[in-house]
């Protein structure tokens, strides 16, 4: 955007075009088109809007924080939606659900089985 306004303001100044394309590499053509959209504010910036959603990102960190056991259904409920969507929305929010690790006891009798005799 700044290079567009400089090359704007350079041709202003009483530059030619040649001395506009030696300068910035840019023909007449591109120079009129960024011109008319400068008139225009195309290149104004622009407010980025986020649509309403059954899920509400705050209140569902805010969920989490408060009681991390919860399960997705018992969220789900609160948000009158499905554990699918609340577990895509965690997705996003970069919140895994801790898994706990058990211990694997093994079964020696089973292992002493599958051991060829000879």
Not at 9 to 28: M, N, R, S, V
Not at 70 to 91: P, Q, S
Request: aromatic share 12%; proline share 4%; charged share 35%.
């Amino acid at each position: 955007m700044d290079y567009r306004l400089r090359a704007a303001a350079y041709k202003d100044e009483g530059h030619t075009f040649k001395e506009l394309k030696q300068t910035f590499g840019i023909p007449a053509e591109t120079f009129y088109q960024w011109k008319e959209k400068l008139g225009n504010g195309y290149y104004e910036t622009k407010t980025i809007r986020e649509r309403n959603r059954k899920i509400n990102k705050d209140v569902l960190k805010r969920m989490v924080a408060e009681k991390p056991d919860a399960y997705l259904r018992e969220l789900a409920d609160k948000f009158n939606c499905t554990g699918y969507a609340v577990f895509y929305a965690l997705k996003k929010l970069k919140i895994t659900r801790k898994k706990s690790v058990l211990p694997v006891t093994k079964n020696p009798r089973k292992n002493a089985r599958n051991i060829p005799q000879g």
